[in-house]
């Protein structure tokens, strides 16, 4: 059921709804490239977005508006493959959708007809889902993906999301990135093994925090990871993650922690973490830190440890065996720098480590503010 739901926003104009016109809410760059919607009208021109037909990159905002209407709107007896050819002549490989409440059937639906199309990348922000989708829709009958991409999307279902999502999609998935999340504590049993999912950023969710990240990384359902993310997560030590990491079963050989209000001193229990064998990256950069953490790994590949807080250079005692160690925008390479109106020749460096951490830092409090209730 629910074929012709599926067709959503992007096919709209194909059910004949009834069109006011107005300004123009979809925009297509001269090389057919990029088309852009806006559906801001309280009336909204749907059919503009026919014109996106062409584009390889679309997107498509739906000015905050509720889409419940639709879902009485459309005849759910319909058969999606009367529209295969139109499905199939769509260029689209990255899509986004943003900005509206959307009943789950709807977007579940929405899927199931892209999973006739070439999509590679589906981007969802600023999304509200309501419901869940009746189980006669599910069946891994969606897009083949390689990235996902979700920021500031909330889900009725909570702790299932994950693994509903999932199984609107077929397998294949490569990179999965959740931003600005509301839940990230998800149901495991019911989340089936991403088998070729490489790349997991969870960035941009300050509430996470290390306990949070334990239920957020299902065990044993992420075997081929290689890199994993987690700026602006709310991350306390090194130590901890890694505990995080060996109760996850969890091995990449990329670890991104920068911009984490890190400790350097873990509690006792952690340090004794074992680092997976793999890890040869690490990234430690605008995280605070006025000395080198303790209970790092004894060997890396590349350590970066710019735009914190050391006051003098690292023993080598205190650092692991490192191929590329980065120290730029730290205190005791450019006394004084950290001054406003410090006019040196490396303060250009140390501020602009400076600036940048400030700004994550912002965009981190509004996510904080929104998720801190959410996340308890
Ligand atoms: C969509 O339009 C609204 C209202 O004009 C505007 O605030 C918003 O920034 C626009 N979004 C994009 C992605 O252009
Ligand atoms: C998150 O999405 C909701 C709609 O679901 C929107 O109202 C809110 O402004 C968004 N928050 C941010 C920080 O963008
Ligand atoms: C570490 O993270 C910072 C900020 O997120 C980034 O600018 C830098 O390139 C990263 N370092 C490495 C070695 O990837
Ligand atoms: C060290 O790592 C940085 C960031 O990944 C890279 O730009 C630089 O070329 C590396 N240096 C060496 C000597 O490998």
Partial sequence: MESLSCLWLLLLPLLRLSAITTAEPCELDDEDVRCACNFTDPQPDWSSALQCVSALQVEIRGGGRSLEEFLSRVDPEADPRQYLDVIRALRVRRLTLGAARVPAPLLAGALRVLGFSRLKELTLEDLEVTGTAPPGLLGATGPELTTLSLRNVSWASRGTWLAELQQWLKPGLKVLNIAQAHSLAFSCDQVRIFSALTTLDLSDNPALGERGLLSALCPHKFPALQSLALRNAGMQTPAGVCAALASAGVQPSHLDLSHNPLRATANPASSEC??????????????????????????????????NQLNRAPLPEELPTVGNLSLHGNPFLAPGAFEPQEDSENSGVVLACAHSSLAVGMSGTLALLQGARRFA
Wanted: charged residues 20%.
């Fill in 274 to 307: 074992v680092w997976p064998a793999k890890l040869s990256s690490l990234n430690l950069s605008s995280a605070g830190l006025k000395q080198v953490p303790k209970g790092l790994p004894a060997k890396l590949r590349v350590l970066d440890l710019s735009c």
